[in-house]
């Protein structure tokens, strides 16, 4: 289990591409939000902690080069929206078949499922900003709007927006971080300040989910009344 640990863990990401970490970073978001088997990969975690690297001090006491703040808030950004993009290419090119195969380690159903439930309580502007903040969702999603045929012009539009605020959300937060905290103790804020980050953005989704009850608890019958729905 130690090697499903690593993989989850955003600071030996960091630590063992070492000079490429820059270029990691980057095909990480790549993977993550454009190839199915990326649903795994610390998006989140690595985005602030990429942000916590790029201030020097922080970078230096861990022993790695420090990461360029520049090149994460534009190279980010990009990787995140063309991921996306080939995710909903795929999902409009292959249809639901690229998810018929047996549930597996590295695949279940269940993920697909709760992506088009995601899209269909939210509908699909909501839902492509709301997914990037919601990991195995952020990696479905795409395709998902692809399968169910959701406008590539459209898409593109939300998947920019979303893209945008969720990688430099988390990138700033994390180099506020790096700048405000002793490096020796870094490993303590990592994963406390992803926790915010992410519990701060589920705050529409609860409140989406709370709007969309209530309004079906006052669905109007034929005759004009409402009714409460069980």
Known sequence: MDWLLNLLDPTWWLTILGAF???????????????????????????????????????????????????LLIGTPLCAIAGAQLGHF?????????????????????HVLRAEEFFEKFGPAKAI???RFV??????????????????????VWNVIGGVIWTESLILLGHFLGGQVDPKQIDKYILPGVFLIVLISLIPIFVEAIKARRA???????????????
Do not use: C, Q, W, Y
Request: cysteine-free.
């Open 21 to 71: 970490a820059t270029v990691g970073v980057l095909a990480i978001i790549f993977a993550e939000t454009g190839l199915l088997l990326g649903f795994f990969l610390p998006g989140d975690s690595l985005l602030v902690a990429a942000g916590i690297f790029s201030s020097a001090s922080v970078a230096i006491g861990m022993g790695i080069e420090p990461i360029s703040l520049p090149v």
């Open 135 to 156: 990991p195995i969702v952020r990696t479905f999603m795409n395709p998902v709007a692809g399968v169910l045929e959701m406008n590539p012009k459209r898409f593109f």
């Open 129 to 131: 900003v709301l997914a």
């Open 90 to 110: 795929l999902g409009a090119r292959f249809g639901r078949k690229m998810f018929d195969k047996p549930d597996s380690k590295l695949f279940k159903k269940e």
């Open 216 to 230: 079906r608890k006052n669905v109007p019958t034929p005759t004009g009344k409402h009714h409460r729905v069980p």
